[in-house]
């Protein structure tokens, strides 16, 4: 056969795999309009992917498609419902309730952060700051950030990479998932498999996983049902120690920047609750500016809270002309899709806010002539931003 036959051929064969490809497609979510041949590769940021995304989900509202030859990608502002996931809400709700966690109160007066939630998951008290279980978790936070980062692997662009041997040159991709998958595992079964083995020896702190292992009733978990509490063990850590250490960040650059704000958030406490202890879940009721600034943490969307880069006085409290729309009641989710840690995260970052505020100043550095240096804050990209 001739080169020029060879040249048709391969023409048709190109036209015929457009055609079964592009003509023949179902209608697709609307998107950019990519380039012919790169598609949207140039339009998927590498820098704060989720500003990009919000701007663009004004022009194409709840979501929009995108295409990297070859791979398709949708970015949706909603949330679909798994099977299972229904399972996991009702499992998490029964021990996140506004009544249940009240039980809670004690490792949320003693401990912070990633050691509360590892003591109400499985029982585990952190001791000391090298702790090996948030080591562990971290760890994996980190890895998860890593390989899931838009378009930073080749297999990403050309799905058909995924079938290149390990040892191949460009492959590492493949060494990058086996790790995350190792390590991911690890931090969902080891401290599930440490809880179930201290339940079993009757030497044990109650906690979501013994509630579940061991239930009033008697009943003994299936491995399905076992499974299941593994999972949602594993969810209260990565649902609750990084929101929460992201929403405390906020709150210290915001309160940095505002003294004044500071200044009569601590005379509230002075006041209502006296310098002899430190505040509990029991005086939140009378702590409505602290409650005021907890709002403030959370409520960062521009298209509800106006110049939400500062605390304004009086932005959730009466004094407003207009108060503004009260964060909790979006930020957690709606109806069935609401958070299921909702009352336990208000109630930890109550804590943490207003004990922060009654033992320590927050101010801004200062260079050496004593100036104080302007905070410029940078958002990096990750699960929890």
């Keep these: 056969m001739s080169s020029t036959a060879y040249i048709f051929l391969l023409l048709i064969t190109i036209g015929v795999c457009f055609i079964f490809t592009y003509l023949g497609r179902q209608p697709l979510p609307p ?35 995108h295409e990297l030859v070859g791979r398709k990608l949708a970015v949706f502002k909603i949330s679909s419902q798994h099977p299972r996931f229904p399972v996991y809400r009702r499992m998490l709700h029964s021990n996140l309730s506004s009544r249940v966690v009240q039980d809670y109160d004690g490792p949320l007066d003693d401990e912070n952060a990633g050691a509360v939630i590892l003591r109400v998951a499985y029982g585990w008290t952190v001791i000391e700051d090298d702790d090996y279980f948030v080591n562990l978790m971290e760890h994996v936070f980190r890895l998860g950030a890593e390989v899931t ?9 050309f799905p058909i990479f995924r079938y290149l041997p390990t040892w191949l040159p460009g492959a590492t991709f493949h060494r990058h998932a086996a790790v995350y998958r190792t390590e991911s595992t690890k931090s969902d079964t080891i401290p599930h498999t440490w809880a179930k083995e201290q339940i079993e020896a009757n030497h044990y702190h109650e906690s979501f996983t013994s509630q579940h292992i061991k239930p009033a009733d008697g009943h003994e978990a299936s491995s399905e049902e076992d499974d299941i509490i593994k999972w949602c063990s594993a969810a209260l850590y990565a649902g609750g120690a990084d929101t929460t250490v992201a929403a405390l960040l906020s709150f210290v650059l915001l309160t940095a920047s505002c003294p004044e704000v500071q200044a009569r958030a601590q005379t509230e406490i002075d006041q209502d609750v006296g310098k002899d202890r430190l505040p509990t879940s029991r005086d939140e009721a009378r702590l409505s500016y602290i409650s005021a600034l907890f709002r403030r943490a959370i409520g960062r969307d521009p298209q509800l809270h106006a110049d939400p880069d500062r605390f304004t006085h009086n932005r959730f409290i009466g004094e407003a002309a207009e108060p503004e729309h009260d964060p909790r009641k979006y930020v957690f989710g709606f109806v069935g899709r609401i958070c299921p840690g909702l009352h336990f995260a208000e109630r930890a970052l109550f804590l943490n806010i207003s004990r922060i505020l009654a033992l320590y100043n927050i101010q801004r550095a200062v260079d050496e002539e004593g100036r104080e240096i302007d905070i410029e804050p940078v958002w990096v990209g990750g699960v929890t931003t």
Excluded at 149 to 157: A, E, I
């Design 31 to 65: 998107g950019p309009k990519g380039k012919f041949f790169s598609s949207n590769i140039h339009q998927l940021p590498r820098i704060e992917p989720w500003q990009t995304f919000a701007g663009r989900s004004q022009q194409f509202l709840a979501w929009m498609y």
């Design 149 to 157: 980062k838009p378009s930073r692997w080749l297999v990403d662009l």
